[in-house]
């Protein structure tokens, strides 16, 4: 190869690496930090479509509490304004007239409770005896049942109750752990993710648990899966490439994408209700904050 066909490649190459680099900035620079007090956080979820987000934040070493954050003020408040008990995992309805979430009851065991916001009432699935209880509630799109993760028999399954707390039907069962489930915009699919195959990967079954599809297929964990709301991709969180990373797939599993790069760990993801964007709990040099993230 002569010397100028040699500059010409390296010109070529420098362009390629600049590029990349360009890229590699836009990607980080398409986070927007939300919250500045880098405590520890969890379980955001949005709400009143899209302007503020219920999350968990470790307010004392002994209590994690529902906190709500109003996005066009940057503010956040206390969702229970007097409540002394460890509280985790709020779900809201689409209406946000319901929502549940998981109260502790003792150091061993938890409860559900269901709350209707507009009548001030509420109801909840008390813990059994021993070490129990409820985990990751999710509404149906239509409001009328909610879908939760609970250990029996040996093994945890996903079950759903109507808005009292009774008529509880078996949905997804088999063996190993099967949690985080979350239903499709047209309440015709749930989403979870389980460890029947040796280790957490993502699943989409129609909702009454029948005809199953393996959704990702790795050596590492797929878990807290969180459906679009168009319902054609699944957000998820993989530690398939040495920690904990946000991913987006295809319903059918193609088309699979990593939005989040970096060293620590990022969490927790939520769907904005445009569907563009994902919130998330993300640790960047020790501190813990919600951020959002843009969805190519």
Sequence with gaps: MGFSSMSKWLSVLLIMGITFLMLSRV????????????????DPTFVDQGKAIVFVLLERPEQLRLMKLDLASGTSSPLHQDENRSELEPRFSRDGRYYAYIQSRSPASVAMVIRDAKEKKEVEIPPESGFSGMRSPVFAPDGSRIYYSFAEEGRQQIFSVDLQAANRKKVVDSRGINNWP?????????????????????????????????????????IRPRMSPDGKRIAFVSTRDGNYELYVVDVDGTNLIRITNNAERDDFPDWHPEGKRLVSVSERAGRKDLYLFMVP
Aim: zero cysteines; glycine letters at 6%.
């Design 182 to 222: 979350d239903i499709s915009p047209d309440g015709k699919h749930i989403v979870f993710s389980s460890t029947r195959d040796g280790n957490y990967e993502i699943y989409l079954s129609k909702i009454d648990g029948s005809e199953l599809v393996r959704v990702t297929e790795s050596p590492f964990m797929d």
């Design 27 to 42: 990607r980080a620079e398409e986070s927007i930090r939300l919250t500045q007090d880098s405590l520890f956080k969890r």
